[in-house]
């Protein structure tokens, strides 16, 4: 089975950092590209950062773009989300997803095949 797996989630003040982490199981996390997500309440899930499979070809966000940082290490099947000077608008579920690479470029949740449960970031202003 295929497990996806998100920490690092939790409380900080606006201007403060978090680092998100993402773990797989069940799949050799090498052939897939990854990306994370993130959905506030009563929103729908949006785009946040990819990064292709071997740790290049990485896309931000707009509203993300110089204060977060996306990576991976494939020897630990594992993806991160480095998160600085959030802000409250940054509030939201943050999921990470994985999708077999193809050689292009997605950013819309439906192309992706493999979900995590997602892990709460609060910004307090």
């Known amino acids: 089975q295929v497990q996806l797996v998100e920490s690092g989630g939790g409380l900080v003040q606006a201007g403060g950092s978090l680092r998100l982490s993402c773990t797989a199981s069940g799949l050799t996390l090498s052939s897939y590209d990854m990306g994370w997500f993130r959905q506030a309440p009563g929103k729908e899930r949006d785009f946040v950062a990819r990064?292709?499979?071997?740790?290049?070809?990485?896309y931000y966000a707009d509203s993300v773009k110089g204060r977060f940082t996306i990576s991976r290490d494939n020897a630990k099947n594992t993806v991160y989300l480095q998160m600085n000077s959030l802000k409250p608008e940054d509030t939201a579920d943050y999921y990470c997803a994985a999708r077999l690479s193809d050689g292009y470029f997605y950013t819309r949740g439906k192309d992706y095949d493999y979900w995590g449960q997602g892990t709460q970031v609060t910004v307090s202003s």
């Open positions: 990064i292709g499979w071997s740790g290049g070809s990485k």
